[in-house]
């Protein structure tokens, strides 16, 4: 292959080989790194789960699959169809053990992009990557991260947080922010940014096959240099049956930086697609008892459906060390580190949502704010020493049982 045409194949590509027969792994990941200078890969050894699917795609952003289709063809043409639905741009490049020119055509209909036979060549290989460079420009980029603001329950100030995070996150530099509004029923950003829009995330879901920079344009309003993706304004049909926001996930993550997603909650299909894809979960509570008690069963909710806990930070917001319960407390009785406390500051919080603007930095909130972004950018905190309640201890210990 001549130097120009392998110049072609630049970026980071991370591959996730789905390959029962290892030896197909061995024989193709030279190959692969042949022509991509920046390739990696992840391997499994079977067939995976969707929640799998999800989580891997998350968790190691990967841009391309290689699927062996093997003995069990019924099972790999399933797994292309939970691939899609988790990630529908996903370049997917079926591997078969020979020439089976039936099985090629199903995964093709089945939404494969591509197929490899053994024994492969390097013809072969520079062929499917010529196609994929082709049909997927993009995936190769770095992508862009996902924060998920998610309530503990109603009322606790989760859109608040998200808006004025998505702001300050511009402090970090010349980066592509996107703040979007997934709150399907009691989505309050417009509310909260003053943006009027005839078009909101179902106008994307809508055209999920066929998602385009020019459709992505006439959906989103700029307001102050972030791109804001609104939800509808009144309830419209399909809205309280949606599953799936990898459409909108998906794209947003190729195309921005950092993303802010604004969600209704925890439970739900819906919510639960924004947990699995996001690379952090910003869990919202405040220090009554109540809510952490919320807290402590959304925790359990994201454990029983598959979300890793090592992506949930937990937020603290109006705290008050002389009202509710303290840091250590909190702390000792859920079992999960404190990640970052707000404080309450209502007046500054009153005056920004009459203006319909983010909090200046003056502000209680606002540092607060510069803070929190600081530490999701690695800067550290001091750990604090606990103490406990055993009272609080046996109550938490009860409502768990």
């Known amino acids: 292959m001549p130097p120009s045409e392998a110049a072609k194949f630049t970026g980071n590509w991370k591959a996730l080989f789905i390959c029962p027969?290892?030896?197909?792994?061995?024989?193709?990941?030279p190959l692969l790194s042949r022509y991509l200078p920046a390739f990696s890969g992840h391997e499994l050894q079977h067939y995976p789960t969707r929640q799998e699917m999800a989580e891997l795609l998350a968790k190691e952003h990967i841009s391309i699959c290689f699927l062996e289709v093997g003995d069990s063809a019924d099972r790999a043409l399933a797994v292309i169809l939970e691939l899609l639905r988790v990630d529908s741009k996903l370049p997917i490049v079926v591997v078969l053990a020979g020439n089976a020119p039936d099985l090629v055509l199903r995964c093709l209909r089945q939404g494969a992009s591509d197929f490899l036979m053994q024994p492969f060549t390097a013809e072969q290989v520079e062929g499917a990557l010529q196609k994929i460079s082709r049909l997927h420009p993009g995936r190769s980029k770095s992508p862009g991260k996902i924060y998920c603001i998610m309530p503990a329950k109603g009322g606790c100030g989760a859109s608040t947080i998200a808006s004025n995070l998505a702001y300050q996150l511009k402090r970090l530099g010349d980066k592509r922010i996107l703040l979007a509004d997934l709150d399907a029923l009691a989505g309050t950003l417009s509310f909260l940014l003053k943006i009027k829009s005839n078009y909101s995330f179902m106008d994307v879901l809508a055209r999920s096959a066929d998602i385009d920079q020019d459709l992505w344009k006439a959906v989103i309003t700029n307001r102050q240099g972030v791109d804001v993706l609104l939800s509808p304004e009144v309830m419209t049909d399909g809205v309280s049956e949606l599953k799936d926001?990898?459409?909108?996930?998906?794209?947003?993550?190729g195309a921005y930086d950092l993303v802010v997603?604004?969600?209704?909650?925890?439970?739900?299909?819906?919510?639960l697609s924004q947990a699995l894809l996001c690379d952090d979960i910003l869990l919202i509570t405040?220090?009554?008892?109540t809510s952490l008690q919320a807290v402590q069963r959304a925790l359990s909710y994201l454990d029983a459906n598959s979300v890793g806990r090592y992506k949930v930070r937990l937020i603290v917001n109006r705290?008050?060390?002389h009202v509710g319960l303290s840091r250590d407390v909190i702390g000792t009785a859920l079992h999960t580190d404190i990640f970052h406390l707000m404080p309450t500051d209502y007046e500054a919080i009153q005056k920004s949502?009459?203006?319909?603007?983010?909090?200046?930095?003056?502000?209680?909130?606002?540092?607060?704010?510069?803070?929190l972004v600081e530490r999701l950018a690695g800067s550290a905190?001091?750990?604090k020493k606990n103490t406990s309640l055993s009272g609080l201890l046996s109550l938490f210990s009860r409502t768990s049982s």
């Open 286 to 289: 405040t220090n009554e008892l």
């Open 245 to 253: 926001a990898g459409p909108i996930i998906e794209y947003a993550r």
């Open 381 to 383: 905190e001091p750990t």
């Open 353 to 371: 949502l009459m203006e319909g603007k983010p909090l200046a930095s003056t502000t209680s909130f606002g540092k607060s704010v510069i803070a």
């Open 319 to 321: 705290y008050d060390r």
């Open 21 to 29: 027969n290892v030896k197909i792994i061995k024989d193709l990941a």
């Open 261 to 271: 997603l604004d969600s209704g909650g925890v439970y739900g299909d819906w919510n």
